[in-house]
């Protein structure tokens, strides 16, 4: 993502990486912090007493997502479950915001949601299947064959053309806590 963004650099703009529970800027820099489809992976407790940490007095979170509400993610991991030789982890698994940021006494909190689709190509499901981070636990030997499964599923949900993904894009908006340093 980092060499993505460097391909049409902006003058106002610094790009550093680091991890969200150790973020490396000073104390109550920061107006707002957004986490774009990237919090489920954070460690929540270390993550937010960090972004309490940089965000200056009044300072706000959003955290937006896209969660899948039709068939499309249950229908892949089905087919590269059959690939992997473990049980399959779930990055979502103990993703909640709303109680996150409660939790942290975040307040005046609000949650916002969007219903929408993502169309693809039939090329451009096949290649969104194999982005997931499942993908990276299929073993090398067993790619070619999943690879096929793949390219059957999503050749299975072309209707006019397109593949359909159903989602709710959900962000949650919380103020940092009044007098919290970290």
């Known amino acids: 993502m980092l060499n993505q963004a460097l391909k049409e650099p ?3 703009v610094a790009y550093m990486v680091g991890a ?36 200056k007095p009044c300072g706000a979170i959003a955290i937006t997502n896209k969660n899948e509400i039709g068939d499309f993610k249950s229908g892949y991991r089905d087919v ?3 690939f992997i030789d473990r049980e399959l982890p779930d990055a979502k698994r103990n ?4 109680r996150q940021l409660h939790t942290h006494r975040f307040y005046d909190i609000r949650c916002h949601t969007i219903d929408t689709s993502e169309w693809f190509s039939l090329g451009e499901a096949i290649a969104y299947c ?11 030997v067993k790619r070619e064959a999943a690879l096929a499964a793949t390219e059957d599923f999503c050749r299975a949900r072309v209707h006019n053309g397109r593949v359909r993904r159903d989602l709710v894009v959900r962000t949650v908006i919380g103020k940092k806590p009044i007098g919290q340093l970290s």
């Open 130 to 140: 194999q982005t997931v981070s499942l993908w990276n636990l299929v073993p090398n």
């Open 10 to 12: 902006s003058p106002n």
């Open 95 to 98: 993703y909640d915001p709303l």
């Open 80 to 82: 590269i479950a059959r």
């Open 20 to 55: 969200a529970e150790n973020i490396p800027y000073g104390d109550e820099l920061f107006d707002a912090v957004t986490c774009f489809s990237a919090f489920h992976w954070f460690q929540a407790e270390g993550a937010l007493s960090e972004i309490c940490r940089v965000l």
